[in-house]
């Protein structure tokens, strides 16, 4: 079973053919700029177009279904955006599912692109030998997911695992990119670490350099990326007390800092895990950019083998 896997952010388009044996392969892989200040609809025609050109250079027949991670909340019965920021402007609203199955004539699964990282990382690398994991991703913004035995829990309104938008002290009164103010996120993404390097230096840095800065030895570089690693320790720790998941699993841009941000995460994890636990590994993902592939993949085969 070959499932043409996308994962769709705010940044590129990545996509692959997925087969999902054991071990399960990512092959063909291609990426594309997403280009969000064209809009929604541009995109979606782009998406249409990188569907038809990869199917139609294998053999025919050979692609049996489409899985999909996408930012934005997703309706993952309809596949389509139900809500999104204005990260890409005009895509809530998007049919998306129901565009590339029209398109191509396959069956398509959409679910959220860091549910979909989370599915991977779960089934197929670094939450392998657990029932359960809560994870985070840490990039431009915060997203994350917990899944069971396979399974992602999207919610009632699909916003399940939003775990950037948990209000936290550190963030004080910062605009969040969703309109509402004091959420985790707004502190403690790559976008966030910038923004208050920033706000502190009059300098403008990306997340990256900022942690470069941190660990060569700037102490308001240090100071940032220390609150960035606490909000989230203290954050997954909560969601850890409330959901009790077999591992927390942290992946992203941001998960590749040094030991200053890994040393304030787990100090913010130990501070507010009750104790049974506490001792609930955090661990980083393991699959990089191809998580968010299987993990779309796999959420296109169950929904296959269920219809």
């Given at each position: 079973m070959t499932i043409l896997a996308l994962d769709i952010g705010g940044t590129k388009v990545a996509a692959g053919l997925v087969d999902l044996t054991d071990p399960p392969?990512?092959?063909?892989?291609?990426?594309?700029?997403?280009?969000p200040e064209r809009g929604g609809e541009q995109l979606l025609a782009d998406l249409v177009q990188l569907a038809q050109e990869m199917i139609a250079a294998v053999p025919a027949g050979s692609v049996s279904a489409i899985g999909i991670g996408s930012a934005g909340v997703i309706d993952p019965e309809t596949g389509c955006v139900t809500s999104a920021t204005d990260l890409i402007p005009g895509w809530a609203g998007t049919p998306l599912g129901p565009t590339l199955a029209a398109a191509t004539g396959l069956p398509v699964a959409v679910t959220g692109d860091v549910l979909a990282h989370a599915l991977g990382e779960q089934v197929y690398g670094a939450g392998r030998t657990y029932p359960s994991a809560l994870a985070a991703g840490i990039g431009t913004g915060v997203g994350g997911a917990l899944v069971a035995n396979g399974q992602v829990r999207h919610g009632e309104h699909g916003v399940a695992g939003h775990l950037g938008h948990v209000g936290h002290r550190l963030a004080r009164d910062l605009v969040?990119?969703?309109?509402?103010?004091?959420?985790?996120?707004?502190?403690?993404?790559?976008?966030?670490?910038?923004?208050?390097?920033?706000?502190?230096t009059g300098r403008q840095l990306d997340g990256r350099a900022v942690d470069e800065?941190?660990?060569?030895?700037?102490?308001?570089?240090?100071a940032v990326v220390t609150n960035a690693g606490l909000a989230l320790g203290e954050v997954l720790a909560g969601l850890t007390n409330t959901w009790d998941p077999g591992v927390v699993i942290i992946s992203g841009s941001v998960a590749k800092s040094g030991q200053t941000w890994w040393d304030a995460v787990r100090s913010g994890f130990a501070a507010q895990a009750m104790d049974p636990v506490a001792h609930t590994p955090l661990v980083p993902g393991q699959l990089g950019g191809d998580a968010p592939l299987l993990g779309a993949a796999h959420f296109a085969q169950t929904k296959s083998e269920e219809n």
């Amino acid at each position: 079973m070959t499932i043409l896997a996308l994962d769709i952010g705010g940044t590129k388009v990545a996509a692959g053919l997925v087969d999902l044996t054991d071990p399960p392969r990512v092959q063909q892989r291609r990426s594309q700029p997403t280009r969000p200040e064209r809009g929604g609809e541009q995109l979606l025609a782009d998406l249409v177009q990188l569907a038809q050109e990869m199917i139609a250079a294998v053999p025919a027949g050979s692609v049996s279904a489409i899985g999909i991670g996408s930012a934005g909340v997703i309706d993952p019965e309809t596949g389509c955006v139900t809500s999104a920021t204005d990260l890409i402007p005009g895509w809530a609203g998007t049919p998306l599912g129901p565009t590339l199955a029209a398109a191509t004539g396959l069956p398509v699964a959409v679910t959220g692109d860091v549910l979909a990282h989370a599915l991977g990382e779960q089934v197929y690398g670094a939450g392998r030998t657990y029932p359960s994991a809560l994870a985070a991703g840490i990039g431009t913004g915060v997203g994350g997911a917990l899944v069971a035995n396979g399974q992602v829990r999207h919610g009632e309104h699909g916003v399940a695992g939003h775990l950037g938008h948990v209000g936290h002290r550190l963030a004080r009164d910062l605009v969040c990119s969703c309109g509402r103010r004091g959420h985790m996120e707004t502190i403690a993404s790559g976008t966030g670490i910038a923004d208050e390097y920033r706000r502190r230096t009059g300098r403008q840095l990306d997340g990256r350099a900022v942690d470069e800065a941190a660990e060569a030895g700037d102490e308001v570089a240090r100071a940032v990326v220390t609150n960035a690693g606490l909000a989230l320790g203290e954050v997954l720790a909560g969601l850890t007390n409330t959901w009790d998941p077999g591992v927390v699993i942290i992946s992203g841009s941001v998960a590749k800092s040094g030991q200053t941000w890994w040393d304030a995460v787990r100090s913010g994890f130990a501070a507010q895990a009750m104790d049974p636990v506490a001792h609930t590994p955090l661990v980083p993902g393991q699959l990089g950019g191809d998580a968010p592939l299987l993990g779309a993949a796999h959420f296109a085969q169950t929904k296959s083998e269920e219809n």
